[in-house]
């Protein structure tokens, strides 16, 4: 497992992750180091859908504009269809662990495609599945990623953010702050 320093916010809804986002952006944060998980979200009254325009992929469904904004202001992003997790999209250097993690899926075992990607940022196997589970439950992960300092100037902002949970993973000071 890498040694990555990472904190990780659950929200309830996408409203709430993007003004987590917000507040990052306005306290300073490197937008190139947070990413953002959640659920494609389909019913038969929406249609959902996925393109590629130039460098930028779109989306156009229930919470197209959300996942745009994201698309716009992060760095790479991805779709995964994920037996028992259903479309996830992502957005940020998340991605690019999610592949980094497929590559070594024989290191992982059993762990899914996004846990296969969690793991390669540094973050341990029991809370993977503790965030598989916000996802199944239509919550969204905000992810901050970076240097000891980095990471914690992006906690102390999310803690006013009021997330439904959050955890530091990577070096002892960090993980010592858990919540």
């Given at each position: 497992?890498?040694?990555?320093?990472?904190?990780?916010?659950?929200?309830?809804?996408h409203t709430e992750a993007d003004q987590a986002l917000k507040e990052l952006q306005s306290g300073g944060v490197d937008m190139r180091k947070l990413s953002i998980v959640g659920k494609g979200y389909h019913t038969e009254e929406h249609a959902v859908g996925y393109y590629n325009a130039g460098d930028r992929m779109m989306y156009w469904g229930k919470v197209g504009a959300f996942w745009g904004g994201f698309w716009a202001l992060l760095f790479g992003s991805a779709i995964f269809m994920i037996p028992g997790l259903g479309p996830i999209l992502?957005?940020?250097?998340?991605?690019?662990?999610?592949?980094?993690?497929?590559e070594g899926a024989v290191?992982?075992?059993?762990?899914?495609?996004?846990?296969?990607?969690?793991?390669?940022?540094?973050?341990?196997?029991?809370?993977?599945?503790?965030y598989e589970t916000a996802l199944k439950t239509d919550q969204f992960l905000l992810i901050a990623n970076g240097t000891a300092e980095e990471v914690a100037k992006a906690k102390d902002i999310l803690e006013t953010t009021h997330p439904v949970s959050f955890s530091t993973h990577g070096s002892e000071a960090l993980a010592a702050t858990a919540v």
């Open positions: 497992m890498s040694t990555q320093n990472s904190v990780v916010a659950v929200y309830r809804s992502a957005a940020g250097p998340v991605v690019a662990w999610i592949v980094a993690g497929l290191e992982v075992g059993a762990l899914g495609v996004l846990g296969a990607g969690l793991f390669s940022m540094g973050i341990p196997k029991d809370s993977i599945v503790k």
